[in-house]
C-alpha cells in the first residue's frame, strides 16, 4: 500500500489531533483517494475547525 508523510505548519495544526500537531506523520493512502479527502481523514472524529458552529458544517 502507497503512504504518504504530512507535516502541517502554523494555524493548520488547529485541524489535527494533538499528537499530530507539529510533527511529521506516515498516513497510508487510497491511490484513488483526493489529497483533500486524505488530509480530513487525518483528523479525529468530530473535530471542528476553530470557531465553527455545527450548522456552518465544521470548516
Do not use: C, T, W
Not at 504530512?6 to 488547529?14: G, K, Q
Not at 506516515?26 to 488530509?39: M, N, T
Not at 472524529?45 to 470548516?59: E, I, L, N, T, V
Amino acid at each position: 500500500m502507497a503512504h504518504a508523510v504530512f507535516r502541517f505548519y502554523e494555524e493548520l495544526n488547529d485541524f489535527l489531533p494533538p499528537d499530530r500537531r507539529k510533527v511529521a506523520f506516515d498516513y497510508p493512502l487510497d491511490r484513488r483517494a483526493a489529497i483533500k479527502d486524505v488530509i480530513e481523514r487525518s483528523r479525529q472524529r468530530g473535530d471542528r475547525a476553530p470557531g465553527a458552529s455545527p450548522a456552518s458544517g465544521g470548516g
